[in-house]
């Protein structure tokens, strides 16, 4: 939750002390808190409102909050999962109107404005009636909801249009297209406000990819949301080499070539958080599309129990990383949380009598007590070259961000071979796939069988949305998905997010890790050695304890996680 303190040199609108000590009245008087309890919250961070700092501390619930608050003011309550806020009403109230105030209106009448708010207080109603000029009924919401509402109602990306016209009418269009080195110093041009305006929705919405993209006479403009893309802008055409231009620059690439890929990095903060973003350009027809990957470094690393490794895989792979050497790869696809798992799996792993070295391309969140190196090939440091200088370094765990070539896979293989604890990731479908990656790489099989450890292999799957659950009626073709891998009906039936405003109309919030753990054992060696079917060796990992990724998908369905349709969009599923 983020906190929009308001004070008087911020704000015109209301006193953020008064509305502090309105509530504190509120709950002491209702014998909701205690004062020593209040006056212990308000000795806490800074930068937070009094209802912010009780909530985060656990002294009271939100919906405890939100509903003590109505009835103490005797007002309605509103629901957001159910109730969107109208177009006409939204509009009578400025975007910084709406944040200093914390109101957001829902309905508008002849004679009134019903307007969601945390604090539905008399003095702060009539600060909000003074700035629509008309009556106004109050109506609480939870903080967690007026923040999405505020986020999802006042989109920043709702005033490109007025960017996109300034940028049009302007006389040397051509040229600022062409070479934007004024608005590299002009932070009010207007493609550099569009740029921004992308940007800052993205963070805002959860996104871990922004898409540019040249699409005939227009620029579709496209955001990854749990591991899913939507559509988010359409801009004129003309606007499209400026924005790849501006992006280029404050990427530090090459903005004159445009046929040649491109790579770059952009650490700025948006709205008071650290980002770090990685900017990817290629040529295609109709123009350079560009992809950037937003990394918000102000979200907390997450440990092994928090992934979503049900708790014997958790334990098993938690004794198997902590061997003294050998090699433990993470497999799946770009964006599957490869990443994520090796970081939680390094936290696990993080002590002082240990020496921990990475070396990644690119370094995506920063550990104070251990040594990370980047990738820069334009300085020659490549994973081979780097990790050869790693190995002199006297290391006891070393992290391969990724093993993209024969060399490295050689040098992390005989890192493993030569008493060091090796963690890496891999693009492969699923744990056996993993192994004869590496043979096709031209790595042999008997130095595989003796350095791999453990091979972990995952999905990102997305939750249903727990605000809008109703229950619906599954197709055939889930029905045999779910019967041909042993899985049974959900408790209390089949369910689904239905969309709601906390889940932008998507059924789905946030993801989980599906795994699939594969110990190289004795008998797994073998067939590696022999060079078995890859049929073969999936049928002894299976008998050994291996519980496949539709296996362990299907056991969320039948928790009520996530649905069928939606472990068989995102795994890839062979024979059904």
Do not use: W
């Not at 988010?232 to 990427?251: E, N």
């Not at 130095?447 to 809008?468: D, F, H, K, P, Y």
């Amino acid at each position: 939750m983020r906190g929009r303190r308001r004070d008087e040199d911020a704000s015109p609108f209301s006193s953020a002390e008064a509305d502090d000590e309105r509530l504190a009245g509120v709950l002491v008087a209702t014998r909701l808190l205690e004062p020593y309890q209040v006056d212990a919250a308000r000795g806490s961070a800074e930068g937070e409102t009094l209802a912010e700092k009780l909530i985060r501390s656990g002294t009271i619930g939100d919906e405890e909050l939100a509903q003590a608050l109505a009835e103490q003011y005797g007002v309605d309550q509103v629901d957001f999962r159910r109730a969107d806020p109208e177009a006409a009403a939204v509009a009578l109230l400025g975007r910084d109107q709406a944040q200093a105030l914390r109101a957001v209106p829902v309905s508008v009448t002849d004679e009134s404005v019903v307007v969601a708010v945390v604090d539905p207080s008399p003095e702060h109603v009539r600060d909000i009636a003074a700035a629509l000029g008309r009556p106004v009924v109050a109506a609480v919401a939870t903080h967690r909801a007026l923040e999405r509402a505020l986020d999802t109602a006042y989109k920043v990306t709702g005033e490109v249009g007025s960017q996109i016209q300034a940028f049009e009418a302007r006389d040397s269009l051509r040229r600022e297209a062409a070479n934007l080195d004024s608005a590299q110093v002009n932070e009010d041009a207007p493609v550099v406000q569009v740029v921004q305006m992308i940007i800052t929705q993205g963070l805002r919405d959860r996104a871990s990819d922004i898409h540019v993209e040249p699409s005939g006479e227009r620029v579709r403009v496209r955001y990854r949301i749990d591991g899913a893309l939507s559509d988010v802008l359409d801009l004129p055409g003309s606007i499209g080499p400026a924005i790849v231009s501006r992006v280029k620059i404050l990427a530090g690439m090459n903005i004159v070539e445009r046929r040649r890929p491109q790579d770059g990095q952009i650490s700025m903060a948006v709205e008071g958080r650290e980002v770090d973003i990685r900017v990817s350009s290629t040529a295609v027809v109709g123009g350079e599309k560009v992809v950037m990957r937003l990394l918000d470094k102000s979200r907390s690393l997450f440990r092994l129990e928090q992934l979503g490794m049900p708790a014997d895989t958790a334990e098993r792979y938690s004794r198997l990383i902590r061997s003294p050497y050998g090699m433990v790869i993470c497999a799946g696809p770009t964006g599957g949380g490869k990443t994520t798992t090796l970081y939680a799996s390094l936290g696990e792993l993080n002590t002082p009598d240990r020496n921990i070295m990475t070396i990644e391309d690119p370094v995506e969140y920063t550990f104070d007590s251990i040594n990370q190196i980047q990738i820069n090939e334009q300085a020659g440091v490549t994973f081979a070259g780097g990790l050869r200088s790693i190995l002199r370094q006297d290391p006891d765990i070393i992290l391969v961000g990724e093993i993209r070539d024969v060399d490295t896979a050689r040098i992390a293989v005989q890192s493993a071979l030569t008493g060091h604890l090796v963690l890496s990731s891999l693009h492969a479908t699923e744990a056996v796939s993993a192994l004869y990656r590496l043979v096709d790489m031209g790595i042999e099989p008997f130095l595989i069988a003796s350095s791999i450890t453990a091979v972990v292999a995952q999905r990102l799957v997305r939750r249903s949305c727990t605000s809008c659950l109703e229950t619906y009626t599954p197709s055939p073709e889930e029905l045999a998905f779910l019967r041909n891998f042993g899985g049974s009906d959900p408790v209390g039936g089949f369910r689904h997010g239905a969309g709601c405003q906390f889940c932008a109309h998507t059924g789905f919030l946030e993801r989980i890790g599906v795994y699939e753990l594969l110990a190289v054992t004795d008998e797994v060696r073998e067939l590696i050695v022999d060079r078995a079917p890859h049929d073969q060796m999936r049928k002894l990992a299976s008998s050994q304890g291996m519980r496949t990724l539709q296996e362990q998908a299907v056991r969320l369905v039948r928790d009520g996680t996530t649905t069928a349709a939606e472990v068989m969009r995102s795994i890839y599923v062979a024979g059904v």
